[in-house]
Structure formats: structure tokens, C-alpha cells
Nanobody, 124 residues
């Protein structure tokens, strides 16, 4: 599975951005797609996850609930992260990742495939 994240950039606090992740390769082997982020000097943080097939089920990290929305488009092999009401503390490199059926979706170690990351900077 190959993942290509895009859509990052500079935005003012309160603004919005939509990240996109293009998924290619053996997509049928993926159980779920997640977004993580990592700020300088901090550990990688879980943001959101959506299952890849069947009825879409989503789960969010506490820090983004109510502001971010993850979605998928299986026909286009794309996963999106709509980010609203952005805060300076949302500044980080955002990664999309794919996982199999095992492992907790909030743990980075559960994901076997990672995209290259896209930088989001939120100015105050």
C-alpha cells in the first residue's frame, strides 16, 4: 500500500484546511485509514481513523473532536481530513496511514503503511 498526503499549508487560527491522502496498491488488504500528527519535539499523536470498507465508522482523538472530520472515497481511493476551527496547537506534520485488522486504531504501531506527511502551520 502506498500513501500520498497533500493539502497542508499555512492558515490563520480559526481557519480551515482539507488534507487528502491518495491510496494505491493493495488497498483491499487495508482495514482502516488513519491520520496522525507530530509536532516538533512531541510524540506522534492520533487524530482520526475511518474503516476502509463497509459502512463508514469513524473515531477521533480528544483534541480534535467536533472540529475535524475524516472521510473516505473508495471509488477514488482517497481519504480526507477536514480541519475546521484550527488552533495554533494543531500545528504539526500530518501523516496518513493504513492498518490491518489487528491493533488499536489509536496507536501508531498498529499501522503498517505511512505516507510522507504534510505540514500544517496555524498562526495565531
Amino acid at each position: 500500500v502506498q500513501l500520498q498526503a497533500s493539502g497542508g499549508g499555512l492558515v490563520q487560527a480559526g481557519g480551515s484546511l482539507r488534507l487528502a491522502c491518495a491510496v494505491s496498491g493493495r488497498t483491499l488488504s487495508s482495514h482502516a485509514m488513519g491520520w496522525f500528527r507530530q509536532a516538533p519535539g512531541k510524540e506522534r499523536e492520533f487524530v482520526a481513523v475511518v474503516n476502509w470498507s463497509g459502512r463508514a465508522t469513524t473515531y477521533y482523538g480528544d483534541s480534535v473532536k467536533g472540529r475535524f472530520t475524516i472521510s473516505r472515497d473508495n471509488a477514488k481511493n482517497m481519504v480526507y481530513l477536514q480541519m475546521n476551527s484550527l488552533k495554533p496547537e494543531d500545528t504539526a506534520v500530518y501523516y496518513c496511514a493504513a492498518k490491518g485488522a489487528l491493533g488499536l486504531p489509536s496507536r501508531p504501531v498498529s499501522y503498517g503503511y505511512w505516507g510522507q506527511g504534510t505540514l500544517v502551520t496555524v498562526s495565531s
